[in-house]
């Protein structure tokens, strides 16, 4: 049976108020208490991940007020890059000569897109004759560009209510299934069928976007 999450003040031991310094100290002390790299222990890394996972949302302003809003339902949509892109772990542990770069984090909780920042290359045919190519000039392209639905503000859900958590995984986006053969336990993890891994299921799709939290807006370029 999939477990739910706990609650993200109560993953770092702060109470709802406190403020960002506050946040910050009490994930930098449990954080070099469960590092991968100085603690060896059964369910260290788990934990790890865990205290990881509640400071990168507790940390940011806009993440935190989405969780105090909604609860993990709130940021079930984000992705590895979205929660860690902006966090400066050199700067919170660098004196202490631990990994706390892009290699652990991908490995936690999967690779990042690091080409998000930049965002992906859009390509364009484009028909020009030989006479403009020898001369030279101008030409306008016009394309179509994915970007966060603001109706919804990146959620999906339609203006006015919330993704509800996936009752089939308890808002993991994991479903874990247990077997023994000849005496061997094994689990197998897989993606929730019913919220296809994102722990959230949207009842009431945003009309803007369709439930896909990405509208395609019509742009154009001037390119010589």
Known sequence: MAIAKRDY??????PHDADTEAIKTAYRKLALKYHPDRNKDA????????ITEAFAVLSDPQKRTRYDAHGHAGIAGFTPEDLFGEIDFGD???RHGLDFGGGLLDGLFGRRRRDALRGADIEV???I???KVLKGGQETVHFSRPTACQACSATGAQPGTTPK???ACQGTGRQVASRTDQGVSFQQITPCRTCHGRGVVIEQPC???GGQAVVHRAETLSVK
């Open 43 to 50: 369910g260290a890394t788990q934990h790890f991940k865990e």
């Open 165 to 167: 958590s996936c009752d």
């Open 92 to 94: 919170l542990f660098g």
């Open 207 to 209: 009309g803007e976007c």
């Open 9 to 14: 003040y109560e993953v770092l031991g702060v």
């Open 125 to 127: 045919s484009l028909t």
């Open 129 to 131: 004759s030989l006479e």
